[in-house]
């Protein structure tokens, strides 16, 4: 048998079977930032671009991405997630997004936590990009996950 997951015997894509597992508590984290001109992240910061709260537009389309992550992602899972919060940092020449996804379920929320932050530095892009068309979305990764058969895992710093 294949050792990846989403493979049948014969190669052939198929959704993983967690019928078997137990529900269980489950949480990811995920971070990304994104690389900006400093007269774009003075305008983010002072609530002072055309379209509007960038940020708060950020966080709704990050936590209804997360919420929609298995019609985005093939053969990821439909989950009823019990949380979802974003956060942003300013930093010298960036934001940082950072997502926190829980659920109690037989499968994990790592997908939605990393959606969530992808979905919530387009959306920062876009509303934005009129000031800077340059902006660089970077380092989006998983941070840490909580929960599972494979237990607790953290992300080492600078590293994947």
């Known amino acids: 048998m294949s050792t990846l997951t989403h493979l049948d015997d014969s190669g052939a894509a198929r959704m993983v079977d967690v019928g078997g597992k137990p529900a269980t508590a489950r949480v990811a984290l995920a ?36 919420k929609r992550t298995s019609e985005l992602i093939p053969l990821c899972h439909p989950l009823g997630l019990d949380a979802v919060t974003i956060d942003f940092t300013f930093e010298t020449d960036a934001i940082a997004a950072t997502a926190t996804a829980s659920v109690t379920a037989r499968t994990g929320v790592e997908m939605e936590s990393i959606t969530a932050v992808c979905i919530a530095l387009l959306t920062i892009y876009d509303m934005a990009k009129s000031l800077d068309k340059a902006m660089v979305i970077e380092a989006v990764r998983l941070l840490e996950k909580r929960g599972g058969k494979s237990g607790d895992w953290r992300a080492t710093q600078g590293a994947g």
Do not use: N, T
Not at 35 to 40: C, G, K, Q, V
Not at 45 to 64: Q, S
């Open 31 to 66: 971070g990304g930032r994104i690389r900006m001109s400093d007269e774009a992240l003075q305008a983010i910061r002072a609530g002072a671009v055309a379209k509007g709260d960038v940020l708060a537009a950020a966080r709704i389309a990050g936590i209804m991405a997360a």
